[in-house]
């Protein structure tokens, strides 16, 4: 706990950070009214020549929320009735009717001007009292409770007891809570507010960030599970539409499913697929109806064939693969290099888009032709070209909302719009495109695009590149550049791509830059709003929160951000995909998984699950075991216990069932052994003890013997049974054949001799 001591209100603002012109008012006095959620708070009276604002214990006017620097800003007069507001160097600056002022530039404050410090969610709206004296000042706090106009005594009590809470020095506690920060680089590591200031102000701290993520921005991010089993990054990630399965690919070259509604708390795949061997998996897309996704390998040694997969795991068609010796990108079947992306039709199921590295963008039919091998033939292609009419690979593809225009990225670093007009048409040009959208440090013609997408409504687009930023352009104006860019976003890996929140007012993109535990960071950027211009920058735009994700050492690669369940999936080159979410704000998910807690399972202990190499004991098997009560004591002896004690029954089989459901079977004698023993073995041989009935013939040669010579069947007639063996059968057919054939040739002969004696 640190205690700075409270230092004099001349000391937060000197001379040289004001204006020369600043003078003390004149009456009438100014008021600044302060408001919450609509609501009015309270109000203070500007009487003083300079009214401070900061954090610091010091400050005129002391804001207690983590954003506000401790040197915030300044209320100043110029002695003729003018109010000014004048910034300091912060990281959140201050606002006036949602415009940022510039630091150190004054601000004039006409009479309702709404000012807003950082990014609190107080708002102070300036009041002036111009040809009023100080009684008509303090008259404006009529609308307040009664606690703040019941009179001089209880108003002189009330900016006595302000006055103390203002002087006194506060206490500090060091924030050692959550893995998020604020990038705040005027703030002190042990500035954070207490807890109980915190309470008051209806802020947060402490847990600042993870609950400024949560209230604020409404960012599912205070609680995560862990999706593993990638030995390598995990380089694309998909969720079906119902957000029950989700699709983890990686560079290993494995395909892993999971299900929300089928794992339990250690959160495991239930199946791995490799689609092609020996080739990275680079894009993941499922259908609108979830029944079946798009699987794409790529990068540097991919496949040119993308393939279909149920929703199970199980293939259901693969791409052709066209003429690597045609030019014309257009009269082939099917790419003939490496695939880069792929992704399916918003809202149609037989249809998706894929791009490759022979700068091409092919829609496929699901429902069209098929040639060798019943591959499926692409009949209805795009051709990318750079500013030279040249080819240009794709590098990155999407469908916007509507799913009839798609947007290309190319390794140029422009970005191509293509109006989708059917199979017959010869895109011979894009319907929009911005050259060098992203451009490197170098001397080369542009940054390699690893990803595109159409913001919810349509209306935006935004790309991610090599060269670090994550640009966001307008759609309809796309040649007048981007409309904001955030810069430091360097990701390790081709596959880095972005994420929209479902209302298109947040960007979401994982980066390699290491947070302070030596970790990647998932960085949350504003697009429009309120808190938008807050974080402008001169090189970009800051972002809102940087979380840190993921192990030391690792950075994070691919995002996806789920509108159904509202999750944010984030991969890392850990080969781990981590799902973050927040119970208040999320549905289903993960939240049926780490609720649940599966009992161990129950393992069989009998002779089929030994291993044939083992000694079982046979009275240890659970048949002969005697169990025990849950007091330690014997249970009461069965059948078996009282069997295995009598001389005689101990000795004699098991006998046949007889009643039952196997008993039922028993008593059918459907076959011919079960009719012989009901008639022919004596009663006796049940009784008797089956190892002494063996033992009589063990001095006696082994004879065959039986003394079934016939039976009767169903019919009443009696039938002989065979009396000798195969063996005994044939040598007596083949002695009868011998017979037959001598007696044969004897008549001939004789026949002969009688022709011979006539002639």
Known sequence: MATPAAAPGAEMATDADLPPWVAAPTTPYHTLEHYKDGQLLDATTLKERVTTVGRDASATLALLHPTVSRKHGALVHDGDRGLFLVGFESQYGSTVDGVRCAPGTPTRLRDGATVRF?????????????????????ARLAGLPTAFSGGDALRREIDAMAAAMTNSAPTYERWTGGDAEVADADAAPDAAPAPEAAEAEDELSGDAVAGLLAKRWDLPVSHEVTLGGHTKSVSCIAVDPAGARVLTGSLDYKVRLFDF?????????????????????VALSYSPSGDRFLCCSGLCSGSAQPQVFTRDGAQLLRFNRGDPYVTDMARTTGHVTIVTGGEWHPHEKMQCVTSGMDGSLRVWDLC???GLRDFLLCDHTIRVRDKGARKCAAT??????????????????????????GRAHNYLRPDACLRLAHTPGTDVAGAVISCVSFSPDGNQVASRADDGFVKVFDVRKLAKGPLCAFPGVEARGLTANLAWRPDGAVLCAGAAAPDRAGRGSLRFFSVGGPAHEVHREAGGYRPLVSLGVGD?????????????????????????????????????????????????????????HVDASSIVNPNALPMFRDDLCDDGAFKKKGQYSKMRKDPIKSKLPDGPLDSGQQGRNEG?????????????????????????????YADK??????????????DGQRTDMADSTLEAAEVDFVEDQKKLINARSFSASAKDAAKKKKT
């Open 368 to 370: 069209g032709k098929t």
């Open 701 to 714: 040669e082994p004879i065959f013997r039986t003394e079934a010579t016939f039976y009767t069947g169903a």
């Open 552 to 608: 030391p050492g690792a950075s994070c690669v691919c995002v996806l951000w789920h509108d159904r369940i509202k999750h944010v999936l984030a991969g890392g080159t850990d080969g781990a995909t981590r799902a973050l979410y927040d119970p208040e704000l999320s549905q289903k998910g993960a939240l049926m998984s780490v609720r649940r807690n599966h009992a161990p399972r129950h393992v069989a202990t009998d002779s089929a």
């Open 118 to 138: 950082a990014l609190s969610s107080r708002s102070y709206v300036a009041r002036l009292a111009e040809g009023d004296d100080a009684s008509t000042a303090e």
């Open 668 to 696: 059918a004698r459907s076959t011919f052994c079960q009719y012989y023993i009901e008639r022919n073995l004596p009663d006796s041989i049940r009784n008797s003890d089956p190892r002494e009935e063996l033992l009589k």
């Open 396 to 421: 990155a593809v999407a469908y916007s909302p509507d799913g009839r225009r798609v947007c290309c990225g190319a390794a140029d670093g422009s970005l191509q719009i293509f109006q989708l007009k």
């Open 261 to 281: 509604g089928g794992m339990d708390k250690h959160h495991h795949s239930f199946r791995e697929i490799e689609p092609d061997e020996g080739h990275a998996v």
